[in-house]
């Protein structure tokens, strides 16, 4: 069954057009990796996928609700959990109040997450601003989880991370595709590690969607051109 699909969708970031024909689409248990060089649009079309940037044209449904309708606030309600490019932690607050601020009911809580990120638990009273990049990024996704959401988005999570510890969250990410069945929408140039989790996979060049299919397709002739492997 289909759960996010994004059809022909254009935006502007004031009077300079960003994304000019971006589709895919995404199915419920599936991880969707969105690919490209940087500044090819994958932020943006993350942003307007979660309405934090208008969609100018084009249609965006989420389990058949139309996301170009809504404020962002209840695009969020629906079930759509972002971890935002950068973390944006609440550095004032303890990693407990981070994860209690953004907290739904149902199958994520404390436990679950310290579970999946046991420094969690050993940071729980921890200022976020404290904590390592690393650790604010597992608490990013943590944060992300504490909504219950349908569909996670993870934008560039294992970006400028030590190589530990950016095992260490595709560990996690592995886990809770296996795990929970749940959809995962990942943008990251780590080609060998998002091949080893991703179904399938768009790459963007300039604002349009140039390439999607089933990830094991992916030939290397593809991969000089658009990602320049």
């Not at 993350?46 to 389990?63: E, M, Y």
């Not at 990120?117 to 504490?146: C, K």
């Not at 595709?170 to 595709?177: D, S, V, Y």
Request: net charge positive; with cysteine.
């Amino acid at each position: 069954m289909t759960l996010l699909s994004v059809s022909h969708i254009a935006a502007f970031y004031g009077a300079s057009q960003a994304l000019f024909d971006v589709s895919l689409t995404l199915e419920e248990g599936q991880v969707l990796a969105l690919m490209g060089r940087n500044g090819m649009g994958k932020t943006t079309t993350v942003k307007t996928i979660c309405r934090l940037l208008p969609v100018s044209a084009g249609q965006i449904l989420f389990d058949g609700h139309d996301l170009a309708r809504l404020p962002a606030y209840k695009a969020a309600r629906l079930g759509l959990g972002l971890v935002p490019e950068g973390r944006r932690c609440f550095t004032n607050l303890t990693v407990g109040e981070n994860l209690i601020a953004a907290a739904r009911p149902g199958h994520w809580d404390m436990t679950r997450v310290a579970a999946l990120f046991p420094r969690m638990a050993e940071r729980r009273d921890q200022p976020a601003g404290s904590l390592s990049g690393g650790e604010q990024q597992m608490l990013a996704i943590g944060r992300a989880l504490m909504t219950n959401p349908r569909l996670l988005i993870l934008d560039e999570a294992t970006e400028g991370l030590a190589p530990v510890v950016r095992q260490e969250i595709w560990t996690a990410i592995a886990a809770l595709k296996r795990d929970t069945g749940m959809a995962i929408l990942v943008v990251d140039k780590s080609l060998r590690e998002i091949t080893a989790i991703a179904d399938t996979a768009v790459i963007l060049q300039r604002g349009k969607t140039v390439w999607s299919d089933v990830i094991g397709s992916l030939e290397d002739g593809v991969k000089n051109r658009y990602l320049g492997v």
